[in-house]
């Protein structure tokens, strides 16, 4: 079974930045489109971003503009530079290959960013 392993999670101020990573036990995303996504406390896990195998970007229109995913498929990793943070961005976020634009692997540990003053 493929394994991604999501990082780079924090707490952070209101208007500040971080970097997600999501690394892969090996060169799958070469053939894979991937997606990040995210889950708030009390709330349904919620699509974020995606980048296809020609590396084609799509975004929430909630982060749209502040947010951008991109992968470098020699590290096999994918990022998503976060921008612009705000409280209601606070969540989990998990990363995950995609098939036909749904999540295809079992989720695996998240990374927390907590966005506060």
């Known amino acids: 079974q493929v394994q991604l392993v999501e990082s780079g999670g924090g707490l952070v101020q209101p208007g500040g930045s971080l970097r997600l990573s999501c690394a892969a036990s090996g060169s799958i995303f070469r053939i894979n489109s991937v997606g990040w996504y995210r889950q708030a406390p009390g709330n349904q896990r919620e699509w974020v971003a995606r980048i296809s195998i020609r590396g084609n970007t799509n975004y929430a229109d909630s982060v749209k503009g502040r947010f951008t995913i991109s992968r470098d498929n020699a590290k096999n990793t994918v990022y998503l530079q976060m921008s612009s943070l705000q409280p209601e961005d606070t969540a989990v976020y998990y990363c995950?290959?995609?098939?036909?634009?749904?999540?295809?692997?079992?989720w695996g540990q998240g990374t927390q960013v907590s966005v506060s003053s």
């Open positions: 995950n290959l995609l098939r036909n634009s749904s999540p295809l692997l079992t």
